[in-house]
């Protein structure tokens, strides 16, 4: 247990459509990064938030858009499903050096 | 782009000690190596990080030659438990805690009773 949690842990939506997924952080952890992992793929960075603004971004357009809140817990938000972001949306939250990484989230498009 | 290379899958049997070596021949002078454990439908786990030589924990030993072209993720006595998918990264900050971090295919080790 990485004291990371995310929600819902599988959704399932369409082609075109929104998707909001949460993440809570580590008590503490005033860091969050998000990652992308394709099946039978390493995990790929998506952005970086911390202290509520943006500090780094992966190659992903721009549908794929974040928020983290004051309390440190975090959102990723996915504009405009494709088939190909299906995939384990994993957050990760830090302070200082080490990354603790949630569950993830299995998103299905159909 | 990872920055690494390693084998793609390696199978073992339970009570045996396995060596998964990891190739990163363009490593920078300022550049850790971390190695991380994933479970299925889980996140990424930290096992141990090195920069040069040998480092050993509780979990694992990471072997590093002189010229940190390789290192060799070292995991004593197996057990069934320890199928997972093991990568290695490079990367310039502790831990990765500047995001980013950047993972290859890693290597799926299967265990056998």
């Known amino acids: 247990e990485t004291g990371v949690t995310q929600s819902p842990t599988h959704l399932i939506k369409t082609r075109g459509q929104q998707v909001t997924l949460r993440c809570s952080s580590q008590?503490?952890?005033?860091?969050v990064s998000w990652y992308q992992q394709a099946l039978g793929q390493g995990p790929q960075f998506i952005f970086q938030?911390?202290?509520?603004?943006?500090?780094g971004r992966g190659n992903f357009p721009p549908r794929f858009s974040g928020l983290q809140f004051p309390n440190y817990s975090s959102e990723l938000n996915v504009n405009a499903l494709e088939l190909d972001d299906s995939a384990l949306y994993l957050c990760?939250?830090?302070?200082?050096?080490?990354?603790?990484f949630g569950p993830g989230t299995r998103l299905t498009v159909l | 782009l990872a920055k690494t290379t390693q084998p793609i899958s390696m199978d073992s049997y339970e009570g045996q000690e396995v060596n998964i070596t990891c190739s990163h021949n363009?490593?920078?002078?300022?550049?850790?190596i971390t190695w991380y454990q994933q479970f299925p439908s889980q996140g990424p786990r930290f096992i141990i990080q090195?920069?040069?030589t040998k480092v050993t924990n509780e979990v694992a030993s990471l072997f590093i030659p002189a010229d940190r072209k390789s290192s060799t993720l070292s995991l004593p006595r197996v057990s069934l438990s320890d199928t997972a998918v093991y990568y290695c990264?490079?990367?310039?900050?502790?831990?990765?805690?500047?995001?980013?971090?950047?993972f290859g295919k890693g290597t799926k080790l299967s265990v056998k009773p």
């Open positions: 990760a939250s830090s302070f200082g050096d080490e990354q603790f």
């Open positions: 008590s503490g952890h005033n860091t």
């Open positions: 990264l490079v990367d310039p900050n502790y831990g990765g805690s500047q995001g980013n971090l950047i």
């Open positions: 938030y911390y202290r509520e603004e943006e500090n």
């Open positions: 363009n490593i920078a002078t300022n550049d850790y």
């Open positions: 090195g920069y040069k």
